[in-house]
C-alpha cells in the first residue's frame, strides 16, 4: 500500500472514533439537562439531516478540491459543532452540524480511494476502511461511555485553563471538549493527505443540474430488478443500524437499568456481532448468491423484538453478538450486488452517493418514527416493540418483491444474474 494510504487511514480512525463518543456524551447531555427521551432518539435522524439534504451535492464538492482538503473542511465543521453544543446551542441543532461534516467527509474518503490505488487494491482497500469503521464504532461508543462516566470525568473537569473561565462543569461537557482534541488530531493528519495527480471535475453549471443528474441516478439504480432489491436491503439494513445504537441505550437503561456508561458498552458488542458476520459472509456467499440471504432480514426485526424479554447481562450479551452477525452477515454480499449494479449503471462514484442518501433517508425515518413514538408516551419496551415488527415487516415485503420480480420478468433477471456470476469470477 502507498504511503499517503496509512495517512487517509489514520484520519478516517480518529473522526470516526470521536463521532461514535460524541453520540454518547450527546445522549449523556441530553439525559442530564433533563430533556425528554424523544430528544435523545432524535439525535439519531438529525446527524442524518444534512446526508440526505445535501445528496445531490457532496459527491460533486468532493471532487471540485483536493480530497484531503475537503476532509479536513469537514473535520472543521465538526469541531464547530462541538463548540456550538459546548456554548448553548441546542445539543438536537449542534450535532446535526456535526452530521453536515460527515455528510461532506464520506465521499471524500471513498473518492480519494481510487485515486490512489490501482485497481487491484480497492477490495483490499475498503476491507481495511469498513474494519476500521467498525473498530471505532466500537472503540468509539467505549470511549464516549467512559468519557461520561465516573472514573475519567473527574479528570477531566479537574483540568483548567489559567485565567480563563471555560464553564465546562458537567461530565459530559467534559467529554465532548475531549473529543474536539480527537478532530483536531483527524484534521492535522488531513493536511499531509497527498494530492493525488486526478485532474479536478468544476462543479456542473446550476445547482438544478446537479439534482436532475442525481435524480436521473437514483432512478435509474430503483428501476434495475437487482439493483433495486439490493438498494431496498441495503437501505433497511443501515436504517435499522443506525437506529439501534440509541436503542440498545434505551433498552439498557430500561431492561438492566444501567447508566449510559454500562449501556455504551453493550452498543459496542452489537458492532462486534457486525464484524464477525460480515466476516464469514465475505467469505461463504457469491456474489450471484446475494439476495438468498434475505430472510435474515426479517430475522433481524423479530430478534429486536426479543430483547424485550431479556433482562440478564450473560444472555443480553451472546443476544446482541447475533444480532449485530445476522445484520453483517446480511450487509455485505447485498452491499456487493448494489456495488456491481451501480457501477455497470452509472459509476462508482454517482453509486455511492445515491446508496448515502436512501441509506440516511431511512435512518431519518425510522428514528423519527421511533422518537414519535416515545413523545407520544409509549415506553422503551413498546417502541421496540412496534420498530421490530415494522422492520421485519418491510423486509418480509421486499422478499415478495424479489420473488415476483423472479416470476414476472423472469428473462431479466436471469441476464443479471449471469453477470453477476461472470463478473464474479
Same mark, same amino acid.
Given at each position: 500500500m502507498k504511503k499517503g494510504f496509512y495517512t487517509i487511514m489514520s484520519a478516517q480512525f480518529f473522526s470516526s472514533l470521536a463521532d461514535n463518543a460524541l453520540f454518547v456524551a450527546a445522549v449523556e447531555l441530553l439525559r442530564t439537562s433533563g430533556a425528554g427521551e424523544w430528544q435523545r432518539a432524535a439525535l439519531v435522524p438529525m446527524f442524518a439531516l444534512f446526508y440526505v439534504v445535501l445528496a445531490p451535492f457532496v459527491g460533486a464538492f468532493a471532487d471540485c478540491i483536493p480530497k484531503g482538503k475537503v476532509m479536513f473542511i469537514s473535520n472543521t465543521i465538526k469541531v464547530g459543532g462541538c463548540?456550538?453544543?459546548?456554548?448553548?446551542?441546542?445539543? @438536537?441543532?449542534?450535532?446535526a452540524i456535526v452530521g453536515l461534516g460527515a455528510a461532506a467527509y464520506s465521499p471524500a474518503k471513498y473518492g480519494i480511494l481510487t485515486e490512489l490505488l490501482p485497481?487491484?487494491?480497492l477490495v483490499k482497500a475498503n476491507g481495511w476502511i469498513e474494519g476500521l469503521t467498525i473498530a471505532s464504532i466500537i472503540l468509539g461508543v467505549l470511549l464516549g461511555g467512559q468519557l461520561v462516566g465516573p472514573v475519567i470525568s473527574p479528570h477531566l473537569l479537574s483540568l483548567d485553563v489559567p485565567g480563563f473561565e471555560t464553564g465546562i462543569n458537567t461530565a459530559s461537557e467534559g467529554a465532548i471538549a475531549a473529543l474536539i482534541v480527537l478532530y483536531v488530531v483527524a484534521a492535522l493528519f488531513n493536511l499531509y493527505i497527498p494530492r493525488t495527480e486526478a485532474p479536478l471535475q468544476p462543479l456542473p453549471g446550476t445547482l438544478i443540474e446537479l439534482v436532475r443528474d442525481f435524480r436521473t441516478c437514483n432512478r435509474r439504480l430503483w428501476r434495475d430488478k437487482l439493483g433495486q432489491i439490493s438498494l431496498a436491503t441495503t437501505t433497511l439494513f443501515w436504517g435499522v443500524s443506525g437506529n439501534l445504537r440509541y +436503542?440498545? @441505550?434505551?433498552? &439498557?437503561? &430500561?431492561?438492566? $437499568?444501567?447508566?449510559?456508561?454500562?449501556?455504551? &458498552? @453493550?452498543? $459496542? =458488542?452489537? &458492532?462486534? $456481532?457486525?464484524a464477525v458476520g460480515a466476516v464469514v459472509a465475505s467469505m461463504q456467499v457469491r456474489l450471484h448468491m446475494a439476495t438468498r440471504v434475505m430472510p435474515l432480514g426479517i430475522a433481524m426485526g423479530v430478534l429486536v423484538i426479543a430483547m424485550n424479554f431479556i433482562h440478564n447481562v450473560w444472555v443480553a450479551a451472546p443476544f446482541l453478538i447475533l444480532l449485530g452477525a445476522l445484520g453483517g452477515y446480511l450487509v455485505v454480499p447485498m452491499n456487493a450486488l448494489l456495488q456491481h449494479r451501480g457501477h455497470n449503471l452509472m459509476g462508482a462514484g454517482?453509486? +455511492?452517493? =445515491?446508496?448515502?442518501f436512501n441509506e440516511q433517508a431511512c435512518i431519518l425515518g425510522l428514528g423519527a418514527f421511533y422518537s414519535?413514538?416515545?413523545? @407520544?408516551?409509549l415506553s422503551a419496551f413498546g417502541a421496540i416493540t412496534l420498530f421490530g415488527l415494522v422492520v421485519a415487516g418491510i423486509m418480509w415485503l421486499i422478499k415478495r418483491w424479489h420473488e415476483h420480480n423472479v416470476v414476472q420478468h423472469a428473462e431479466e433477471v436471469e441476464q443479471l444474474m449471469t453477470l453477476a456470476r461472470t463478473d464474479h469470477h
Open positions: 463548540l456550538m453544543m459546548l456554548f448553548g446551542t441546542h445539543p @438536537l441543532m449542534s450535532y485497481p487491484s487494491q +436503542i440498545v @441505550l434505551a433498552w &439498557a437503561a &430500561a431492561a438492566l $437499568g444501567y447508566g449510559t456508561t454500562s449501556a455504551s &458498552a @453493550l452498543v $459496542g =458488542v452489537v &458492532a462486534v $456481532g457486525t454517482r453509486s +455511492i452517493a =445515491v446508496q448515502n414519535g413514538m416515545t413523545k @407520544l408516551g
